[in-house]
Every structure is written in C-alpha cells, then in structure tokens.
C-alpha cells in the first residue's frame, strides 16, 4: 500500500468507509465483506501502527482527526478482534495515542478516551 506525503497509509478512507458499514454487520453479505477483507485490514493496521509511532500524538489529530473513531470502530468489531493478529495491533495503535504527560486538555481528553 501506498503511503501519502504525511506517512499516512493513503487508503485510510476506504477503511473508514468499510468500518461504518461493517458496524452494521447485521447481514450475511456484510459477513462475508468482512471475513474477505480482515487480510488486508490486518495490513493496513500494521502499516498505520508503524505510521503512528513515528509520530507526536498532537501531529497525530491534526493531521488524522478520525483516527479514534477508525479504532473505535475497530475494537468494537468481534469479527476484527478475533482476526488473528488484529487485536494486539490495535492496542499497539492505541498506545500511540497515550501522551506519559498531558501537556494540555486535548491530550489529556485523548488520554482518557485510549484509556
């Protein structure tokens, strides 16, 4: 997968999409959708994690304001969370999150929320 200039995996959008429909996984057609993209969902969460380590959590918000919602959705997903390797990348993502000293509000506000 190709990356954007701010080291972003590019289609962090076509996963958001993905997410908000797999949420509703109420389908057998969304079932399976899931089952045969968990693969690469799996990748694109590894590529982020390394993403996201590299980076200062306040450059992280700025510069990708839905992540929370991408992770939450993930966590709450027990197709993804029972996919191999994805929970514990998950939480290696979630780490990137956490600030050892809020500085400010946000980052306390991020704290609580990864927490």
Request: a negative charge; one cysteine or more; aromatic letters at 12%.
């Amino acid at each position: 997968m190709a990356e954007d200039s701010a080291g972003l995996p590019s289609d962090y959008e076509f996963w958001m999409q993905k997410l908000s429909v797999w949420t509703q996984a109420s389908t057998l057609e969304t079932q399976r959708d899931i089952c045969l993209h968990l693969p690469r969902f799996q990748e694109f969460l590894r590529q982020m994690y390394e993403t996201l380590k590299e980076m200062d959590s306040n450059a992280i918000i700025e510069r990708f304001p839905t992540i929370c919602q991408l992770l939450t959705k993930s966590c709450w997903s027990p197709f993804i969370l029972a996919y191999d390797e994805s929970p514990k990348i998950l939480i290696w993502c979630l780490c990137c999150l956490i600030k050892k000293d809020p500085q400010n509000s946000r980052e306390s506000k991020l704290n609580s929320w990864t927490q």
